[in-house]
């Protein structure tokens, strides 16, 4: 008998960016975040990556309390999910004009310990750890090698599974670097963030390459943004990776046409279908992954 190939489906839920005038089926509270993260699993999606936004304005909020509502709304949820929370928290810093030494308005950083707080806090099966600084246009992600070490020593103490989110090359170098180092337990799981101005460009050769320069032991996803989003799923399922879909990174299932996670998630799966591969279950994944038991312990 034939063993259909799997992969992990990721549905990322609603994100920090300024989307929800855009687009109204993103999620803004936990209750919405939960919802929407629920009905991701209904159409098959292994794992729900949270961000949680203030409740009031829809805006991006680093708010634990608001994490761990959310965590505990997913949890208490009939469907089965796995949960990977961000730890890329408060990074931004926009140069002020007239002090360019200074943060201007806009600006929000946030320490090692601030940001690993949501993780802490609730324990999820997975958390993000961003690999380095980034050029997002007119500001600057802030993360420290420093800092980053720190995040991923604290992650490794509380039993969580990091997603190596790699936005260029030299993050993958500086990850690789962490699992030199020991801060990364078992076989690492890489996430190549695709098409982000000013980083990796999102096509065939840079897939390849990215892949080409991790260790033999590792998993990898990869994930496009805006309409590159589900063509990105179908170059990367094909090479053998994890894929990621939903409104953080992509807010229409096609031109002009407001999706919905569930939504992306039923294309992502069509995609899949076509080239007979289908989503691991969030048990399997577990297993396969080694992830920590959601109700406590390893």
């Known amino acids: 008998m034939i063993t259909m190939q799997k992969v992990v489906l990721t549905a990322a839920i609603t994100g920090a960016g300024d989307t929800i005038e855009k687009n109204e089926n993103v999620p803004v509270t936990p209750q919405e975040i939960a919802d929407s993260a629920i009905k991701c699993a209904k159409a098959g999606a292994t794992v729900a990556h949270i961000h949680v936004r203030d409740p009031k304005t829809g805006a991006v909020s680093h708010d634990p309390e608001l994490y761990a509502e959310t965590v505990r709304l997913i949890r208490e949820a009939d469907e089965d ?23 201007g308005e ?12 949501p993780v802490k806090d609730s324990l999820p099966e997975m958390c993000t750890l961003d690999c380095g600084s980034a050029n997002m246009g007119d ?9 980053l070490r720190e995040q991923a020593q604290m992650v490794k ?28 337990d ?4 890489f996430q190549f963030c695709l098409g982000i101005p000013w980083g990796a460009e999102n096509d065939p050769e840079t897939i390849d390459y990215l892949v080409s320069r991790i260790p033999e032991n590792a998993h990898w996803s990869a994930f496009g943004i805006g309409k590159m989003q589900l063509p990105t799923v179908k170059e990367v399922a ?28 039923e294309e992502a799966k069509k995609i899949l279908a076509e080239l007979d591969i289908e989503p691991l279950t969030p048990a399997e994944a577990r ?12």
């Open 81 to 103: 999910i796995i949960i990977n929370v961000t730890s890329g928290g408060g990074g931004d810093f926009m140069p002020s004009k007239e002090h360019p030494e200074t943060g």
């Open 106 to 117: 806009g600006t929000w950083i946030q320490t090692p310990e601030e940001r690993h707080r």
């Open 139 to 147: 500001s600057i992600y802030i993360s420290p090698a420093a800092w």
């Open 157 to 184: 103490d509380a039993g969580v599974k990091p997603e190596l989110e790699c936005f260029d090359t030299g993050h993958v170098s500086f990850a690789k670097q962490l699992i030199n180092e020991g801060l990364i």
């Open 186 to 189: 078992g076989d690492p799981m």
């Open 238 to 265: 094909k090479r053998g990776g994890n894929i990621r879909v939903g409104l953080e990174d992509n807010i229409y299932i096609s031109k002009g046409v407001k999706a919905t996670n569930e939504a992306l998630v």
């Open 287 to 298: 297993e396969k992954f080694n992830l920590r038991d959601p109700k406590g312990g390893q």
